[in-house]
């Protein structure tokens, strides 16, 4: 079955560094891939998405492509904040498995960002 | 964009009783949600589908006569937790599609923690 497969860390990293979360699927169909973010105590919010191959997502300073080659979705970030801490979790669905849209989450990387 | 709420937020319980989550989205139409639990440090596993005006389905493992789900309306679902215990304490989210054919993203609702005791 369709499966997704991410870095769970922790990552801890100073503040103004380089952020990359590697994020791989599995599916037979044709996915959506999405970042989810969830910080301390509340619910998920999506970060980004990309629907079809070569897309890039992008969203308050982060990026992932969608690689269909390489099944991948690899979350970046140019100069992470305090304020980034969270956990990410990598998700994709299956437009083609189902009539509606079941999301499959990896397991979640937890990321701190000290001063 | 679209908004789902869970009502209630935190709800402590005594072992043995029943406690029912709401799921309501706010400012949209889902014929589909979906409910999730979440374990301490780990990630959402999905319980069950929540189509309106049908019978859940449930994933592989999952006790539909302990976890009940019912979708009366197009913006409400509940999940009922019955004869709780506390190995159910959890993190229980929710997520709603606005319902077209094809549609890609799912909102979630801000989750609601069990404890029971």
């Known amino acids: 079955g369709d499966s997704v497969t991410q870095m769970e860390g922790p990552v801890t990293l100073s503040e103004e560094a380089f952020l990359t979360i590697n994020c791989t699927y599995t599916?037979?169909?044709?996915?959506?891939l999405f970042w989810y973010v969830q910080y301390p105590g509340e619910g998920l919010q999506l970060l980004l998405k990309?629907?079809?191959?070569?897309d890039k997502g992008s969203n308050k300073g982060f990026e992932a492509t969608y690689r269909k080659e390489t099944t991948s979705f690899h979350l970046e970030k140019g100069s992470v904040q305090v304020s980034d801490s969270a956990v990410y979790f990598c998700?994709?669905?299956?437009?083609?498995?189902?009539?509606?849209?079941?999301?499959?989450f990896g397991p979640g990387t937890s990321l701190s960002v000290i001063p | 964009g679209a908004v789902v709420s869970q009502h209630p937020s935190r709800v402590i319980c005594k072992s043995g009783t029943s406690v029912k989550i709401e799921c309501r989205s706010l400012?949209?139409?889902?014929?589909?949600m979906f409910w999730y639990r979440q374990f301490p440090k780990k990630s959402l596993m999905l319980m069950a589908t929540?189509?309106?005006?049908?019978?859940?389905?449930?994933e592989q493992g999952v006790e539909k006569d302990k976890f009940l789900i019912n979708h009366a309306s197009l913006t409400l679902s509940t999940l009922t937790v019955t004869s709780a215990h506390p190995e159910d304490s959890s993190f229980y989210i929710c997520?709603?599609?606005?319902?077209?054919?094809?549609?890609?993203?799912?909102?979630f609702g801000p989750g609601t923690r069990l404890t029971v005791l």
């Open positions: 997520s709603a599609g606005p319902g077209l054919a094809g549609a890609d993203e799912q909102f």
């Open positions: 599916a037979t169909g044709y996915p959506s």
């Open positions: 990309a629907t079809k191959a070569d």
């Open positions: 998700a994709l669905s299956d437009r083609m498995k189902t009539s509606y849209d079941k999301v499959i």
């Open positions: 400012d949209f139409q889902a014929t589909t």
């Open positions: 929540s189509n309106e005006g049908s019978k859940a389905t449930y």
